[in-house]
């Protein structure tokens, strides 16, 4: 039996009168990696959004292990936002930081933990991201790639159970993307997370993704594996994969 583990139930968002996501179903069940494909503009990072109430439904529900987010209090929000990590897509470290302080800055605002246990969990995760030796390096010293990593490194420095990936690829040449990518995948078994990846980049989409679901005006308009979306005739996902200006997605 699937195991729902988040879940957008009937979400309805607008922006002025731009309907952006309009009554949108999700489930994503424990253990899922999950991969939401649609053209720019499409609302896939409003839905990433929605799933952590960084933004709030006009309608609809967002759920947690059933219980609905919209109504907590601050307190359980934020209980239930430090069960995720987030790797957005301008991976913002702090430029007067070391890579070593911004991976470390939330353990050690949650004052938790003693200076040496940040020191050890920072190495740690700076190792599973092969970024250990640039530990002592200011942002600026760092290529691209670098960067997305100690974005990565951050994001799972307090071991999320879901992990939200917006365009973890774009900007990144084709090697550096392919080595994101592995590092996701990679992440998502040891760690042992959920994760919800957005993105336009078909072809990490077919890496990271065990399920797929492609988001078309304001809606899921397909939802199935990786084989599934390679052997699909809906004509709206192949126009996509194959990157097709012709087709039933037109503007
Ligand atoms: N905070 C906001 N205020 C107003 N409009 C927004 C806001 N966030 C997103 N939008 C609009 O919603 C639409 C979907 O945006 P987004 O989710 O970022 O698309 P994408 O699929 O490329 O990630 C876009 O037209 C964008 O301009
Ligand atoms: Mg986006």
Redesign the pocket.
């Known amino acids: 039996m699937a195991d729902r583990f988040l879940e957008l139930h009937q979400i309805k968002k607008s ?2 009168r ?1 309907t ?1 996501l309009n009554n949108l179903n999700l489930t994503v069940n424990r253990g899922d990696a999950v991969v939401i494909i ?10 990433l959004k929605h799933l952590i109430k960084l ?1 709030t439904p006009d309608e609809g529900e967002v759920r947690i292990e059933g219980e609905n987010i919209l109504q907590m209090d601050f307190n359980e929000l934020s209980i239930v936002r430090r069960r995720f990590g987030m790797l957005f897509q301008s991976a913002a470290l702090f430029d007067s930081m070391t890579v070593a302080e911004n991976v470390g800055l939330g353990l050690k605002e949650s004052r938790t933990y003693s200076k040496d246990v940040i020191d050890n969990i920072v190495m740690e995760k700076l190792s599973m991201v092969n970024l250990a030796d640039a530990a002592d390096k200011m942002p600026s010293e760092l290529s691209g790639g670098m960067r997305k990593r100690a974005g990565l490194a951050r994001a799972i420095a307090h071991s999320p159970e879901i992990m939200l990936y ?2 973890p690829t774009t900007g990144l040449d084709p090697i550096t993307a392919d080595m994101i990518n592995n590092l996701i995948v990679n992440l998502n078994d040891r760690l042992n997370v959920t994760s919800v990846t ?1 993105t ?1 980049d078909m072809k990490s989409a077919f890496k990271i993704a065990d399920r797929i679901v492609m ?1 078309y005006q304001g809606k899921v308009a397909f939802d199935g594996s990786v084989e599934e979306v390679k052997n699909t005739t809906n004509a709206m996902v192949k126009q996509f994969i194959t990157g097709s200006s012709e087709g039933p997605i037109t503007e």
């Open positions: 922006f002025g731009q952006i649609g053209k720019s503009g499409e609302g896939k990072s409003v839905l933004i917006d365009e957005v336009h988001l």
